[in-house]
């Protein structure tokens, strides 16, 4: 399998979030460890078994936190519920 395309939406409070998505099947969202950057984690062996894995029973989407891996920094100190608000513009 090929490292799924880097996409950008963007939330709304104006952050752009990376994300990728890959597979078939009924639709799961993957939350990142604390560190994360969606394409160096299918560098990983291990990751990318796990991943393949899943993309083979599932639509996966997976992204990279608020200012980690290829989403955007901001210096706006988070609110309550806004990681709630970041994931659900995926």
């Not at 799924?4 to 939350?31: C, K, M, N």
């Amino acid at each position: 399998m090929q490292v799924p395309e880097t996409h950008y939406a963007r939330s709304a409070d104006g952050l752009r979030l990376a994300y990728q998505l890959w597979g078939e099947g009924p639709p799961f969202l993957i939350v990142p460890p604390l560190l994360s950057n969606i394409e160096v984690s299918w560098e990983h062996p291990a990751y990318r078994r796990v991943q393949e894995y899943m993309g083979r029973h599932l639509t996966c989407a997976m992204f990279d936190k608020r200012g980690v891996g290829l989403s955007v920094w901001t210096r706006a100190t988070p609110r309550n519920g806004s990681r709630h608000r970041r994931s659900s513009c995926m």
